[in-house]
């Protein structure tokens, strides 16, 4: 009888729950906010209603965010009311939809699993009506709504939420193109999809996908082209599609079709996929659940988890795709530290060898093999990661002792694969499989390759041809002899096969005494069993991992012995509380006068040693409270931290305790962040973030600015959220640090996700973070050119963010080169497109070099005659007369004093007539205006006949252009005996008003001279037409 009250209680209205699931602590909150909206509607009018909850709203942020909360939760649970809501939401929120965003997301990102149907309904519906109005952030939304249809599955909620997506993306087409990542995004996930919805009774949704990318892929290449050598790969999959091979044959051999600035398939192949992309294919929940695995279940233990994600997720035979995408996530996403490859937590070879051993279907298996190479065939160590490619061969490596068919398969693949990926890139794909294991070898990920390539358990045929193939690699002083019997290539691997037997502990590792896998900036020394290896900066581990005991012999007998006996209760105890009491007590032997400095080295090896547990896995709590942040700061080593924060900087202690965090930075450069999130975090730290500066100074690098960039390096490479939660505070505290170089700023948009993205900018909007200022943002934005394409999306998104204008960056135009760096040029398009135009705007637009390809100075010009004519047309006349009265060589001069783009007098005319051919065939009126027909007449009046014959049809515009310049009434009754085709009377009144114009305020006294001129040479002019 229990559970019918359950079903009454109102939280069974957002989220689907049993009787022993704890309270969910979003749906309580939303419960309440619904009260309040509730309490004050109740009863009211609709328009009573109205101004009560707008009166609400109006007396603070915390009840605006309490009401518009409560209408987004009316509208997911009572479908009745959502327009009504929609409508009230819109009037009364204060922050473009901000709270409601930041609320979908966290929905779509952990709780869209467990929603009730309505509410997934209404949801989407949602984020439909946010589209419609263009609220600014829904297509983060959108995106991450997109990322929760799962590959593989073809169960009716899964294609209902694939179509309702897709329906958006097709009926707000226009929007949809405003955003170069949406656009490469829905590319990315549509056609991956379109591999699921074969079967004849989803054809209808298949064509629906198929005219989405085709229509996105031929209007939008160049925006589709960030996603890298992936879209190669997906579109390889589905070429067979008629409309999709006619695509992939322009791809092949028309590739201008698709973009002028696409040159051919290898430009598309040697861009690294961002991993942006691979993980968008994986929902939250698979890639939780992947992350979980790769980082905390160890090596041996892993066999429950992996049947969990089997039955889960890969249990029918559609799910056989999303290997592919689970296989691509590996490589390209999960990058582990030296930490943890050194540990026994399970490392992504073994993953990768489950998912291998465990396809039922030749086509996926073939499919899963290329995605597992893929990086290998276009290899660059310049631009590519060691950590893309070492999972494969290291598969290879650990399954030849126990499982050597999969060895084979994958040898084999790897040699056929050369010559038939493309044949007309052999060459190219030959040396980027020898740059894959050159490169490995140099990394130390594998010392030596000839006892994988010239192993006796390969049949002689394979053998044979590795040594033809990779005859540098098959040379080795011992090749080993251990062989029994061949493996046949005709064998197909064992599907039987135990799941868990290749990544048994023993059997898995076939050398020990390999040297370790190294990061991509430094190598590391394996110790142990160094080919656990694996990979990923996320590390959700809240408890110590320790292999051992921490080892401390041989420092401890080098303290005297109070000290010594304090260090040996800190290794003989376990709790906490405990520890901390032992270190306030060591703290307080350090701060005694009687205390030997020359101990501090060695008593710093005993604590970095003792609390080297402390220092691994995250450091932020989950759920961000006040509690939770003083909970997290109670560490014993933590203890050094507040003794510095209560003591005075004047104090003699203050320097002996800046000693001893100094020695420790040395043994464990973690120590930094996390003194930094201390001073973030705790209460006890309020004010005293200035505290690192001394500390940066007593360290041996002795720098603020070097010791911040190090310790902020190490945290992007353990915590990416810990990095987002201490960016506002570091930017705030050291501005001087942050502010004047892109160092900083490099890491952070690196790593970030579009959520931390989107989180970034709203801490920029409401002030509590600067990331860019005036007198550096241009000199950041010309070092990001080189960055990454996310990265570089991403650095543009934070400015855009601030308030800076436009003006202050436009001189990056000069810069700017069309082929080399597109999303530069796009978002300042994006920009300049919502300006009215300024004088240095349009003399940096016009700076710009002509190219036929290079489209973006016609674009704009183009937006601006239609919006701000007039404007752009003095602007255009002005920057006309003063390069035309400026003397040719010294214009010479200075377009070859710089490598950057000059403004030229043939210039301006190259893009004037760029833009009179481009408004040929509309009614816009830009070259009627006055100020353009003055201006064209001054230049024809001065220059030479070469310019007058490659310019003609840009003068002819103001060959009849002389009436209204003749204003005196007797020039009118001279008109009708002048020919059409009399200029040079008109040409020099216009020269003389503009020179009187632009000169000094005493034009008055210039005026009557100028009458008689006009007439003398408007006479001789008629007199010479005549003739």
Request: net charge negative; hydrophobic share 40%.
């Amino acid at each position: 009888m229990e559970p019918s009250p359950a079903k009454g209680k109102p939280q069974g209205r957002l989220l689907v729950s049993t009787t022993l699931d704890a309270k969910d602590e979003l749906e309580e909150r939303l419960e309440r906010c619904v009260g309040i909206v509730t309490s004050l509607t109740n009863g009211l009018s609709e328009r009573e209603a109205n101004d009560a909850i707008t009166a609400n709203v109006c007396k603070g942020p915390q009840q605006h965010e309490e009401v518009c909360l409560g209408l987004f939760a009316l509208l997911l649970t009572e479908p009745p009311q959502a327009q009504r809501c929609y409508r009230d939401l819109t009037l009364v929120n204060r922050d473009g939809m901000n709270v409601i965003l930041i609320k979908i997301n966290q929905i779509l990102m952990e709780k869209f699993l467990k929603l009730q149907d309505v509410c997934r309904t209404q949801l989407v519906w949602l984020v439909r009506e946010l589209v419609k109005s263009g609220v600014i952030g829904a297509d983060g939304v959108l995106m991450t709504l997109m990322k929760q249809i799962a590959g593989g599955d073809i169960t009716s909620k899964n294609l209902w939420l694939a179509e309702n997506v897709l329906d958006i993306l097709l009926d707000q087409r226009e929007w949809v193109l405003k955003s170069g990542m949406l656009i490469a995004m829905s590319v990315y996930t549509y056609l991956r999809l379109i591999v699921d919805h074969g079967t004849p009774a989803l054809l209808v949704l298949r064509q629906k996908e198929v005219d989405l990318c085709i229509g996105l892929l031929r209007e939008k290449f160049m925006e589709c082209f960030i996603i890298g050598r992936d879209l190669v790969r997906l579109l390889q999959i589905v070429a067979r599609i008629p409309e999709m091979e006619l695509l992939w044959k322009d791809l092949l051999h028309n590739p201008q079709a698709l973009s002028p600035q696409f040159t051919g398939l290898l430009q598309l192949l040697t861009a690294r996929t961002s991993r942006k992309f691979l993980a968008c294919r994986l929902t939250p929940d698979m890639e939780t659940k992947l992350l979980f695995m790769t980082s905390r279940v160890r090596f041996g233990q892993q066999k429950r988890y992996q049947d969990w994600f089997q039955r889960q997720y890969l249990s029918t035979a559609e799910s056989q795709s999303l290997r592919c995408d689970l296989i691509r996530y590996i490589c390209g996403v999960v990058h582990p530290s030296n930490e943890v490859l050194s540990s026994d937590i399970l490392p992504r070879w073994a993953i990768i060898g489950w998912l291998l051993t465990t396809c039922t279907s030749n086509v996926a298996a073939s499919n899963a093999k290329l995605a597992l190479f893929y990086d290998w065939l276009f290899f660059s160590p310049e631009k590519d990661s060691i950590m893309n490619i070492e999972p494969a061969i290291l598969v290879m490596h650990h399954s030849m002792k126990p499982h050597p068919a999969i060895t084979a398969t994958l040898l084999d693949f790897m040699c056929r694969i050369i010559p038939h990926f493309f044949p007309p890139l052999e060459g190219q794909v030959r040396q980027g499989v020898f740059n894959s294991l050159t490169f490995i070898m140099e990394k130390r990920v594998l010392a030596h390759l000839a006892p994988l390539f010239d192993n006796p358990k390969l049949d002689r045929e394979l053998r044979s041809m590795l040594r033809e193939r990779f005859a540098e690699f098959c040379s080795s002083p011992s090749p080993p002899t251990e062989g029994r019997d061949e493996v046949k290539m005709e064998e197909s691997v064992s599907l039987e096969m135990d799941n868990h037997v290749l990544l048994d502990k023993e059997d898995g590792c076939y050398d020990n005494t390999e040297a370790a896998f190294s990061d991509d900036e430094e190598e590391v020394n394996n110790k142990g069993e160094g080919n656990k290896k694996r990979e990923f900066r996320f590390h959700p581990i809240k408890e110590a991992v320790i292999e051992e005991p921490a080892d401390i012999t041989p420092y401890v007998d080098q303290l005297d012995d109070t000290m010594k006996e304090k260090v040996l209760q800190l290794q003989k105890g376990s709790d906490t509380e405990a520890h901390c009491e032992v270190m306030q007590e060591i703290v307080d032997l350090v701060l005694e006068e009687d205390f030997d400095s020359e101990q501090m080295s060695t008593l710093a090896s005993c604590l970095a040693e003792l609390f080297k547990g402390h220092f691994r896995g995250d450091v932020l709590p989950d759920d961000i409270t006040e509690e939770s942040l003083e909970e997290s700061v109670c560490k014993p080593v933590c203890l050094v931290f507040r003794n510095l924060c209560q003591m005075q900087e004047d104090n003699s202690g203050f320097s002996v305790l800046l000693e001893m965090l100094a020695e420790l930075y040395q043994k464990q450069p973690k120590i930094g962040y996390h003194l930094l999130y201390y001073l973030r975090a705790s209460k006890a730290a309020m004010g005293k973030m200035s505290l690192y500066e001394s500390f940066a100074q007593a360290t041996a690098l002795g720098d603020l600015h070097t010791c911040l960039m190090m310790d902020m390096k190490a945290c992007q490479e353990d915590d990416i959220r810990l990095l987002c939660y201490l960016t506002p505070s570091i930017y705030t505290e050291f501005p001087d640090e942050t502010l004047r170089s892109g160092e900083l700023l490099n890491m952070i948009v690196a790593v970030i996700d579009s959520t931390q993205l989107q989180e970034l900018m709203c801490h920029v909007m409401i002030g509590n973070l600067v990331m860019f200022r005036k007198d550096s943002v241009l000199n950041i934005l010309i070092q990001s050119l080189e960055w990454e394409t996310f990265e570089q999306y991403s650095a543009w998104q934070l400015f855009l963010a601030h308030s800076i204008p436009l003006e202050t960056i436009i001189p990056i135009l000069q810069h700017l080169k069309y082929k080399e760096h597109p999303e530069a040029l796009s978002c300042l398009l994006l920009q300049l497109r919502r300006e009215k135009p300024s004088g240095e705007m349009v003399k940096m637009v016009l700076s710009r070099p002509c190219h036929p390809e290079d489209q973006f100075t016609t674009s704009i010009l183009r937006h601006w005659a239609a919006k701000h004519d007039d404007v752009l047309g003095e602007h255009i006349k002005a920057l006309l007369i003063k390069n035309n009265n400026m003397p040719r060589k010294r214009q010479s001069l200075r377009s070859s004093s710089s490598k950057l783009a000059q403004l030229t007098l043939e210039q301006i005319l190259e893009h004037m007539d760029n833009l009179r051919l481009n408004l040929s065939n509309t009614k816009n009126s830009f070259f009627t205006q006055t100020p353009i027909l003055q201006a064209l007449q001054h230049v024809q009046a001065s220059c030479d006949e070469a310019h007058k014959m490659r310019f003609s049809d840009l003068f002819s515009l103001a060959e009849e252009y002389e009436e209204p310049s003749s204003k005196p009434p007797k020039s009118r009754r001279k008109a009708p005996a002048s020919s059409p085709r009399s200029r040079k009377g008109a040409v020099t009144p216009v020269s003389n008003e503009e020179e009187s114009a632009s000169s000094s305020a005493s034009e008055e006294e210039d005026s009557k001279p100028k009458a008689p001129k006009r007439k003398r040479k408007g006479s001789s002019a008629v007199a010479s037409d005549s003739d």
